[in-house]
């Protein structure tokens, strides 16, 4: 009996989908609705492995590499360690940027700005309109685009701070001059 229902069932649901249909085609009609479905399935499926892909994700410690500060853009000794990088639903990258007392960045600007969140010691940083400001540890530094900038340890104290930089067609840093030797010892002076 309960056969009996489900081929009632059948018919009455190949009636729905395709008209009229005899016994025959009703099992046929089952079984294209049954692969629908599985292709369904199968279908939705795939979408979670492609989304599987921007899943949360772990970057082991050290595993970017770093590298010691290039003399053309750093003064004293400094060491770069990538965090990570840019991906297409986080346009920034991050970095973690050691300074040895009196080290310090060139010039430079960010074209899509730049946070840096400062995790040991003090950072000093100066800007090209004569604003110096200390930032010590726990501290973060919000540099909007394009402002021409540095920042360093002071001369009596080590510093370091996390880099996050958006990057704005391609790029994420221009660099320029290096600050001299008399310009950090001006800004040491006036650091509030």
């Given at each position: 009996m309960n056969g009996v229902k489900s081929i009632a069932f059948s018919a009455d649901l190949g009636e729905m989908i395709f008209g009229s249909v005899a016994f025959e085609s009703t099992l046929f009609a089952s079984a294209v609705l049954r692969s629908a479905i599985v292709a369904g399935v199968i279908a939705l499926s795939l979408v979670n492995i492609t989304s599987a892909k921007e899943a949360q994700e772990i970057v082991k410690a050290g595993s970017l590499g770093g590298f010691v500060g290039d003399e053309k853009i750093f003064t004293g000794k400094v060491k770069v360690t990538k965090l990570f990088n840019d991906a297409p639903y986080r346009p920034f990258g991050g970095g973690l940027v050691e300074f040895e007392r009196g080290a310090r960045s060139a010039w430079h600007t960010h074209p899509a700005g730049q946070t840096l969140i400062v995790t040991k010691g003090v950072i000093i940083t100066g800007t090209e309109q004569d604003e110096v400001q200390i930032a010590r540890e726990g501290d973060t530094i919000l540099c909007p685009p394009n402002l021409k900038h540095w920042h360093g340890a002071g001369d009596k104290q080590s510093g370091a701070h996390i880099a996050l930089?958006?990057?704005?067609?391609?790029?994420?840093?221009?660099?320029?001059?290096?600050?001299s030797d008399e310009e950090y010892k001006a800004t040491l002076k006036k650091a509030k």
């Open positions: 930089t958006g990057i704005k067609d391609g790029n994420n840093v221009n660099w320029l001059e290096k600050v």
